[in-house]
């Protein structure tokens, strides 16, 4: 039986469990992620990463996620979430409730902060201990901006598929193995989601037709022109 190892990253979202707009950006780097979630005013807020978050893009992404692992050929789909607040995260790792976002900053400051948190090494750390045959990415530009340097470091013996703006495209290495599948062809009236969950929800839905044509899913997710020609079907 044909065994694929998955790989995908979404990122945070502003809507959350639990709300508390006092941890901020500032508050997270002096206490640090282990000391907050000990803290008595938190403890009952804390959860694991992917449970956290209520964003529409994240709720379609992690639907998705359990639909591939559904699928008997598909060995593994590991899922990391980046956060402005934590960096890179596991999609298990335990977070408090908090308030610090990309979104608000300059190229400067996610660069800076890119840094500071070790994203770029430690994503590449990810991949050099594991090899994945298909990995997908669910990221704004800003969010895009915090990986720029690592995408040019990316193992070439893997195919990267972006689900990406016009302006985030601009970002994705001109590779053959580098995909980008822009969500602005896609009429988001039509698809009754908001801009902000577009992503997530042309994900889940390649996500349930890979399910239905699973006996295909080498064919489909090695070859982007079959990949393509299956995230449009019922849709444009």
């Known amino acids: 039986m044909l065994i694929l190892n998955i790989f995908v990253l979404g990122s945070c979202s502003a809507k959350k469990k639990f709300k508390r707009l006092d941890i901020t950006c500032e508050i997270i780097d002096k206490l640090g992620r282990e000391r907050l979630i000990e803290r008595e005013d938190l403890k009952n807020m804390v959860l694991p990463a992917r449970d956290m978050y209520l964003g529409g893009q994240h709720i379609y992404t992690v639907r998705a996620i359990e639909i591939l692992r559904s699928i008997p050929s598909v060995s593994c789909v590991d899922f990391y979430i980046l956060s402005a607040g934590f960096g890179l995260l596991e999609e298990h790792t335990l977070i408090p409730p908090y308030e610090c976002t990309f979104g608000a900053m300059s190229r400067e400051e996610i660069r800076s902060r890119s840094k500071k948190l ?15 045959d298909v990995c997908f990415f669910l990221l704004g530009v800003k969010y895009l901006i915090a990986i720029e340097e690592a995408l040019k470091s990316f193992p070439d013996n893997t195919l990267y598929y972006f689900y990406v703006s016009r302006g985030g495209s601009k970002i994705v290495p001109k590779k053959e193995n580098f995909v980008s599948i822009l969500v602005d ?52």
């Open 185 to 236: 062809k896609f009429k988001v009236k039509g698809l009754h989601v908001s801009r902000f969950e577009v992503k997530g929800f042309l994900f889940y839905n390649l996500a349930e037709k890979l399910l239905k044509q699973r006996n295909k899913i080498e064919e489909l997710l090695k070859n982007p022109f079959n990949l393509m020609k299956l995230q449009l079907v019922g849709i444009l």
């Open 118 to 132: 070790g994203i770029e090494e430690k994503l590449l750390q990810i991949f050099e201990k594991k090899t994945y």
